[in-house]
């Protein structure tokens, strides 16, 4: 079974500033890897996703992630964050070989990121 | 995107009772469902994948005769929680897959805003 790590917990950061969040996976074969953000009191929302190609991948609001595949890392990035960026994110993983089981996510604890103005 | 609504945000009960939530759809044909928990602080657990027409499939360790999961048509799947207890309490969220083939958004997951149950 596959697991997702995140290692940060709770970030400050004030606006400017960059931000990485640390993702790391579990599993034995590959995957396709998934950020998604809750703002508060929204639901989750896709940040953006790796299925193949181009390990770096640009999602919405200017972050992007970067799957480093002998790392199985895939950390989330923006050079500048803004106070509307405060968010809780969650880096998921789902096997890429699906065997009836849709898009069966694994999900990290999630980091909760509050940017200061 | 597309629009998944969960029913009801919040609900208080009573230990011993029965509470259903409902995901809906709204504006596309999902034929998986997925219901998962959210302890606080912790990470979203899957509890069970539901297909629409068929059982669900539940994930181990998840009773599935306490957590009733119905998915009567494309656009609806219900969790029920049977004879609630306050360990129970936690936040339960959907996610929709759209079908794969036409619409708007083919094999797309969308969440729901989730349900926080709160036993007495």
């Known amino acids: 079974a596959q697991s997702v790590s995140q290692h940060n917990h709770h970030v400050i950061l004030s606006e400017a500033a960059s931000l990485e969040l640390g993702c790391n996976y579990s599993?034995?074969?590959?995957?396709?890897l998934f950020w998604y953000v809750q703002y508060p009191g929204q639901h989750l929302q896709l940040l953006l996703k790796?299925?193949?190609?181009?390990?770096l991948v640009k999602g919405i609001k200017g972050f992007e992630a970067e799957f480093i595949k002998s790392k199985f890392s895939f950390n989330l990035r923006k050079p500048s964050v803004q106070w509307s960026d405060t968010a809780e994110y969650f880096c998921?993983?789902?096997?890429?070989?699906?065997?009836?089981?849709?898009?069966?996510?694994?999900f990290g604890t999630g980091t909760q990121l509050k940017v200061e103005l | 995107g597309a629009v998944v609504s969960q029913h009801p945000s919040w609900v208080i009960c009573k230990s011993g009772t029965s509470v259903k939530i409902e995901c809906r759809s709204l504006?596309?044909?999902?034929?998986?469902m997925f219901w998962y928990r959210q302890f606080p602080k912790q990470s979203l657990m899957l509890m069970a994948t539901?297909?629409?027409?068929?059982?669900?499939?539940?994930e181990q360790g998840v009773e599935k005769d306490k957590f009733l999961i119905n998915h009567a048509s494309l656009t609806l799947s219900t969790l029920t929680v049977t004879s609630a207890h306050p360990e129970d309490s936690s936040f339960y969220i959907c996610?929709?897959?759209?079908?794969?083939?036409?619409?708007?958004?083919?094999?797309?997951?969308?969440f729901g805003e989730g349900s926080r149950l709160t036993v007495l």
């Open positions: 996610s929709a897959r759209a079908e794969t083939s036409g619409g708007r958004f083919p094999g797309e997951l969308f």
């Open positions: 599993y034995g074969g590959t995957v396709n």
């Open positions: 790796y299925f193949s190609g181009d390990p």
């Open positions: 998921a993983v789902t096997p890429k070989i699906l065997t009836g089981g849709g898009n069966k996510l694994t």
């Open positions: 504006d596309f044909q999902a034929t998986t």
């Open positions: 539901s297909n629409e027409g068929s059982k669900a499939t539940y």
